[in-house]
């Protein structure tokens, strides 16, 4: 289909296509079964879960301690530093556990895929596999896809864990507010609204941090400078996303009145 050129551009198309052609790839997998390896597949998990716990659990921790540590700045002032805990609560549940995430994701695994297929092209792999009927997107895109849209729902639940527990612990052994208390007042705080924002903001930066590494992975440069450059871009681009997509989701809860 022939595109008009003022809409070429205004629009970036080349990205647009490769949306549209995994999708189509994912519909198409649904109907006749997946075409990628059932290993390949575990491996993209793996990465996307179980190996990017410890730095999960390290940022989101220490963002949970400083949003207390703010939130206690003021509120104590107006001995109103039970309040901590509703601060901390919502803050977690609504942004910070699936936005840091996101981020975290996108400089480890989204920049990890990148590069691997930055390499496959650089090592003309990705031809090869074509030469054999099997196309890159299907076999090497939609397992790396599908590991990170259901991981990153796991792991928003595992860092809005780990970030309440940052805040209760600058809260209860810091800021000498009783631990009951504080558990009472996160409990409160926190609502389903929030969790189910968290919950989907996690899904929706899961497909970007896949989508931005498997793109420039795929079409980086044939060359080792080219693997370093689509790295960059891939981390680049999937955080300016993730930021704007947030921008997005608060709008629309805005006028949701979420």
């Known amino acids: 289909m022939r595109v008009h050129p003022l809409l070429t551009a205004v629009i970036p198309m080349r990205p647009v296509a490769f949306l549209g052609h995994v999708l189509l790839a994912a519909a198409a997998g649904l109907r006749r ?55 901390v609560g919502i803050a977690v549940a609504r942004e910070m556990a699936a936005v840091i995430t996101a981020v975290v994701m996108a400089g480890r695994t989204g920049a ?52 309440l527990l940052g805040g209760f612990l600058v809260g209860a052994g810091m800021l000498d507010l009783a631990p009951a208390a504080y558990f009472e007042r996160t409990v409160r705080a926190l609502d389903w609204e929030h ?45 300016v996303g993730i930021i704007a997509v947030d921008a997005v989701f608060a709008v629309c809860a805005n006028a949701l009145g979420v």
Not at 54 to 60: A, D, E, F, S
Not at 63 to 83: D, R, S, T
Not at 124 to 138: C, K, P
Not at 154 to 159: E, F, R, S
Request: aromatic letters at 8%; a neutral charge.
């Open 33 to 87: 079964g997946w075409r990628f390896r059932t290993k390949d597949l575990g491996r993209a998990t793996a990465d996307a879960s179980a190996r990017a716990l410890p730095i999960v659990t390290i940022v989101n921790v220490l963002v949970g301690a400083i949003l207390a540590f703010v939130g206690a700045v003021q509120l104590v002032k107006f001995g109103a530093g039970i309040f901590v805990a509703d601060l």
């Open 195 to 239: 969790l189910a924002l968290g919950f989907s903001k996690s899904i929706t930066f899961g497909a970007l941090v896949g989508l931005t590494g498997c793109y420039y992975g795929l079409h980086a440069a044939r060359h080792a400078a080219g693997v370093g450059a689509a790295t960059t871009q891939s981390v680049v681009v999937a955080i």
């Open 112 to 163: 990890a895929f990148a590069a691997e297929l930055a390499t496959m092209q650089a090592n003309e792999e990705i031809d090869a596999l074509e030469v054999l009927g099997l196309h890159a997107v299907d076999f090497l895109v939609l397992p790396r896809m599908i590991a990170l849209i259901l991981m990153m729902p796991l792991l928003y639940v595992y860092a809005c864990t780990t970030g």
